[in-house]
């Protein structure tokens, strides 16, 4: 069974920076694309960013230059680097992975980690 498990949210100064982390564990799985979404309370969740198999990358404008997507691919992990956070940057933020799994190509998500940027 596929699960992803995240850690490293908490509450940060604005201008302060955050790393979350996120491991895919399980078996018979290839990993085609990861990545980061995010739900601010009344809004709807939202991309962050994606990294997908090939080095193909995508970020929301409202991150670019300030969040950083990583992989560890012989360690089935993907990082979030948040740096200069701000207040609008408070949300849930999920990690998610589209994996080829016996049957064919499943989404799946983390379990959501709670990033506060506040005074």
């Known amino acids: 069974q596929v699960q992803l498990v995240e850690s490293g949210g908490g509450l940060v100064q604005p201008g302060g920076s955050l790393r979350l982390s996120c491991v895919v564990s399980?078996?018979?799985?290839?990993?085609?694309?990861m990545g980061w979404h995010r739900q601010a309370p009344g809004k709807q969740r939202e991309l962050v960013a994606v990294?997908?198999?090939?080095?193909?990358?995508d970020y929301a404008d409202s991150v670019k230059g300030r969040f950083t997507i990583s992989r560890d691919n012989a360690r089935n992990m993907v990082y979030l680097q948040m740096n200069s956070l701000q207040p609008e940057d408070t949300a849930v933020y999920y990690c998610?992975?589209?994996?080829?799994?016996?049957?064919?190509?499943?989404?799946?998500w983390g379990q959501g980690s709670q990033v506060t940027v506040s005074t």
């Open positions: 998610d992975a589209t994996l080829r799994v016996v049957g064919g190509l499943n989404h799946y």
């Open positions: 399980g078996s018979r799985f290839v990993i085609n694309a």
């Open positions: 990294s997908r198999n090939g080095g193909n990358i």
